[in-house]
């Protein structure tokens, strides 16, 4: 980059040129740095922790820290050494333009206690820009018989550096024709091309020349334009302006289409070559056309739109004025518009929050945050005088100018205000004056000294059993008196056994919410309740906790079938009703039970289906079944009866029976229960003995057609269970059975480990039902016949 002699010049001397301005009650001050721009990013700036007699234990104990006023950080401070040095890039010509002095202002801030100290940071100007010509083609063209020393104003170029480094002359190739005179236009340099002899367009009709303009840095830069000039013949006299700078001062609110000034040249030829039209130069910048105007008859200049002070103070641009003839001669001059402040920004305020949530236990003067304020306004516009609103519990004070401190001035309660937003009011002094409202809110922040508690001691939830796991049963809800941490809950199941299981086994509790959820299916028969306690404990330091009882109550689901458990019979599954029976009579009653509770176990008995309708009536609550007529000698000795049991709930569930009822004459005795199967086992074993002995008298063939009647009668599979051995009395005891029980189909079904004590005989009756009854002999047990029954299983 050109320039870095001078770039080197001035970062050697960036540290001789700190010195500290004043200290204001030996607490805040002011202290000023001078930097090179375009220095690289880490640059030393300046020991500013030494400078402001900060060691470098100091310097982390008391949070040094720079605050910059601009939007970007572009200074920063090594909090381990206390050097200040460049984090971003720094353009001077970006940041200030062409203004004679730019400064970067910053805040350097400690705390323990709070001092705080104004850092300006002054930029110097290095020539890292070169000059630049609005366009690099120019084009003129002149008269053959212009005279010596007419002139010709050419376009300046335009140099991004400061006055020093700026353009300071311009060089223009060496010819016979044209010299080149430089003219000052206030603070600008600008170069005119003067006639230096008689131009002959017949002898050269072009001249081609090269305008250099230089600055004075150092090494100086350059920009070059090439300049085209064509010599043009007959009119003679070019338009004359009155002032060759035009200068003209008006406020930055004057209205859109307001004139401004009135440019008036003059012609001495008469007629067409008279005329003059008035335009802007093609060199002027884009941004001129677009605020400003030319009336191409009058010259009068008009405003195109608004004005503002804050984008450019200053507008200078070029008119040319052309008179009528073909080719037209034509001359230039400056004009130069001054804008002037009026009070149109209202103040821009900037707030470095230091603790936006403060303990309420903070001490008074506790800093909450610093407020900068800045008015792109100049003068009594840009100052600005700040205040806050009142009831507040803070206070505002004044740093230096525009800059505030805001601190609290007395205790501070959150039970009575957790928040407070403070109304920071800024109001420059221009007329009328302009404000900025901006509110700070400050969050006071509590101490863990209130426990969770429940909304209520005791909490009921329901579940139906038989529920899905994971499914929802209740919630519990705690409240916490507190914010932030410490009311931040959660909840857990205390672990107690239930069951000889734990808690959490059965259930599960969201730790957020408080909902409780089941772990596993519920079976209300072999469970009806579950009782626990529920524990909700905040993440305060050190925490705090409460405790719930919580009672699940599981209900019944309809999920038991019910079960006929029992009704008196005969020994061979019948029912005997004597013929002369009156109504009324109690023929058996009908035992059921149910597993479930509630309405889920309430039964109903009713007759599905019966062989003679009308003849029996069932209780529908007690199952008592009774006789509603005499039997009559049309009615079947054997009626079948299908009797259901039915629980209420829903849908309901049912089981059924089939019994089969036997009239008898009257006098005829059954003993249902048969109380003595001792004697009738000895009898039955008398007789077989017998029957044996008569048998083996008989002679072989008998015994053939007797073995073949056996095997016709007894299924194969017993008899090859037996070990092929049957004894003539078992075979009397079979066919004696079955003349008993003609619609029985009875099959033997042998138990080789209580033969031949135990003889089992299976029957299948029609419709539903079996019985099995077991024959035993007499030293094992009293009953000779056991009925069993599915219902009864």
């Given at each position: ?16 040129s700190?010195?500290?301005l ?27 922790g ?5 060691s ?7 949070k040094?820290?720079?605050?910059s006023?601009?939007t ?8 381990m ?36 100290y104004?850092?300006?940071?002054e ?8 000059p ?34 700026s ?18 236009r206030?603070k600008?340099k600008?170069p ?12 050269q ?16 830069r ?5 300049v ?22 008006v406020k ?21 070559n008279?005329?003059?039209i008035y335009s802007?130069s ?6 001129v056309?677009?605020?400003f105007?030319?009336n191409?008859t ?5 405003l195109?739109?608004g ?9 200078e ?14 001359t ?10 009026v ?6 305020l900037?707030l ?6 403060v303990?309420e ?9 610093l407020?900068?304020?800045t ?13 806050i ?14 800059s ?11 039970e009575?205000?957790p928040?407070?937003?403070v ?28 426990a ?24 519990v ?8 941490r ?6 857990c199941?205390v ?7 734990p ?23 072999q ?16 925490s705090?906790?409460s405790t ?5 109550i ?16 005969t ?5 005997h009703?004597?013929?002369s ?19 889920n176990?309430?039964?109903s008995f ?8 009308g ?25 079948e ?22 009239a ?10 048969f ?16 029957l044996i ?19 016709a009668?007894?299924?194969?599979g ?5 070990g092929g ?8 005891c ?14 033997v ?13 299976h029957?299948?009756v ?18 000779f ?8 299983a």
């Amino acid at each position: 980059m050109a320039g870095t002699g001078i770039l080197n010049v001035l970062r050697h001397s960036a540290t001789s040129s700190i010195f500290l301005l004043c200290l204001w009650n030996m607490i805040f001050g002011q202290i000023r740095y001078s930097i090179p721009e375009e220095l690289e990013r880490g640059a030393f700036v300046g020991k500013i922790g030494k400078d402001l007699g900060l060691s470098i234990e100091e310097l982390s104990r008391r949070k040094f820290t720079i605050v910059s006023v601009s939007t970007k950080r572009y200074l920063d401070v090594n909090p381990m050494n206390g050097i200040l040095f460049v984090n971003a890039r720094i353009d001077r010509e970006q940041l200030c333009g062409q203004r004679d002095s730019c400064t970067l202002l910053m805040e350097a801030l400690t705390e323990n206690p709070v001092e705080l100290y104004r850092v300006e940071i002054e930029i110097l100007d290095i020539n890292d820009n070169s000059p630049i010509f609005p366009s690099k083609e120019i084009h003129l063209e002149i008269t053959e018989t212009a005279t010596r020393g007419v002139r010709f104003l050419l376009e300046r170029a335009h140099d991004a550096d400061a006055v020093n480094n700026s353009v300071s002359t311009y060089h223009l190739t060496p010819n016979k024709h044209f010299v080149l005179d430089i003219r000052n236009r206030g603070k600008w340099k600008v170069p005119e091309l003067v006639v230096d002899n008689i131009l002959d367009r017949e002898t050269q009709s072009r001249h081609n020349l090269l305008l250099t303009a230089l600055d004075g840095g150092s090494p100086e830069r350059s920009g070059t334009a090439h300049v085209t000039i064509i010599i043009l013949d007959t009119n003679d006299n070019p338009p004359v302006f009155d002032n060759l700078l035009y200068t003209v001062s008006v406020k930055e609110d004057v209205p859109p289409n307001t004139s401004l000034i009135e440019l008036k040249a003059t012609d001495l030829d008469e007629g067409k070559n008279a005329e003059i039209i008035y335009s802007f130069s093609n060199y002027n910048e884009p941004r001129v056309t677009e605020i400003f105007a030319i009336n191409p008859t009058t010259g009068v200049i008009q405003l195109k739109e608004g004005l503002d002070f804050e984008e450019a103070n200053v507008y200078e641009f070029h008119v040319e004025a052309k008179d009528g003839n073909v080719p037209p001669l034509m001359t230039h001059c400056s004009v130069q518009v001054d804008i002037t402040d009026v009070n149109d920004n209202a103040p821009n305020l900037t707030l470095t929050s230091v603790s936006s949530t403060v303990n309420e236990d903070v001490s008074s003067g506790t800093l909450i945050a610093l407020i900068s304020v800045t008015d792109k306004d100049s003068n009594d516009n840009g100052y600005v005088d700040c205040s806050i609103s009142p009831a507040v519990p803070f206070e505002l004070k004044f740093s230096f100018r525009n800059s505030y401190k805001l601190i609290t001035n007395t205790a501070l309660d959150r039970e009575i205000a957790p928040q407070h937003k403070v109304i920071v009011t800024c109001k420059d002094r221009g007329i009328p004056p302009l404000f900025t409202n901006r509110t700070i809110v400050v969050n006071i922040s509590d101490i863990n000294d209130n426990a969770p508690r429940f909304t209520q001691p005791t909490y009921t939830a329901y579940v139906t059993e038989n529920n899905v796991p994971g499914s929802y049963i209740g919630s519990v809800t705690a409240l916490d008196l507190d914010i932030g941490r410490n009311a931040q809950m959660s909840y857990c199941i205390v672990e107690n056994d239930l069951q000889s299981m734990p808690a959490s086994s059965f259930l599960y509790i969201n730790s957020n919410n408080g909902s409780i959820y089941s772990e596993r299916p519920f079976d209300y028969e072999q469970i009806k309740s579950i009782q626990f306690q529920v524990r909700v404990q905040d993440a305060g330091l050190p925490s705090l906790s409460s405790t719930a009882v919580v009672q699940v109550i599981v209900l019944d689901q309809n999920d038991n079938p019910p079960t006929i458990t029992s009704w008196k019979a005969t020994r061979h599954g019948t029912l005997h009703v004597p013929r002369s029976a009156d109504p009324g009579y109690l023929v058996t009653k009908i035992i059921a039970s149910d597993a479930d509770s509630g309405k889920n176990a309430q039964l109903s008995f009713q007759l599905k289906q019966t062989s003679n309708p009308g003849l029996f009536i069932i209780s529908q609550s007690s199952g008592e079944i009774k006789s509603v007529r005499r039997f009559k000698d049309s009615d079947a000795s054997t009626q079948e009866l299908i009797v259901q049991v039915k629980d209420n709930g829903y849908p309901a569930l049912s089981a059924s029976t089939t019994l089969t009822l036997t009239a008898i004459e009257q006098g005829i005795t059954y003993q249902p229960d048969f109380k003595e199967p001792r004697q009738d086992l000895k009898e039955t074993q008398k007789l077989s003995f017998y029957l044996i002995i008569s048998l083996g008298t008989i002679s072989f063939i008998l015994l053939l057609v007797i073995i073949v009647l056996v095997i016709a009668v007894c299924p194969l599979g017993s008899s090859a269970a037996l070990g092929g051995v049957w004894s003539f009395a078992d075979f009397c005891c079979t066919r004696e059975l079955e003349r008993q029980h003609s619609n029985v189909n009875p099959h033997v079904i042998t138990d080789f480990q209580v033969l031949p004590s135990v003889l089992e005989v299976h029957s299948k009756v029609s419709l539903t039902d079996t019985y099995r009854y077991k024959i035993r002999s007499a030293p094992e047990s009293s009953d000779f016949f056991t009925p069993n029954s599915p219902e009864m299983a």
